[in-house]
């Protein structure tokens, strides 16, 4: 199974933009869609971005014109551009690969991303 690494968390202000990065050890493609979800202390994970096999993205509400998902097929790589972030992103965020069926997602470890006033 495809394996799913994040990397670029960490502390921000309040304004400021970070790159989250979702390396996978084999083909992107091998899943119908890729996404970025988010989970705060006390809260319920929740989606933030997707993006399909043939490139449409949804956004929640709360980060649409903020965030932005993309990716890089040669690098199998998917990102997650934060900018104008707020104190209420702060959340570790997931990257994940929605499979054909559930069976066959995979999510990775998490990054945290922490947002000061």
């Known amino acids: 199974q495809v394996q799913l690494v994040e990397s670029g968390g960490g502390l921000v202000q309040a304004g400021g933009s970070l790159r989250l990065s979702c390396a996978a050890s084999g083909s992107i493609f091998s899943f119908n869609g890729m996404a970025w979800y988010r989970q705060a202390p006390g809260k319920q994970r929740e989606l933030v971005a997707f993006i399909t096999r043939g490139g449409s993205t949804n956004y929640a509400d709360s980060v649409k014109g903020r965030f932005t998902i993309s990716r890089d097929n040669a690098k199998n790589t998917v990102y997650l551009q934060m900018n104008s972030l707020k104190p209420e992103d702060t959340a570790v965020y997931y990257c994940?690969?929605?499979?054909?069926?559930?069976?066959?997602?995979?999510w990775g470890q998490g990054t945290q991303v922490t947002v000061s006033s």
């Open positions: 994940k690969g929605v499979g054909i069926t559930t069976r066959w997602d995979s």
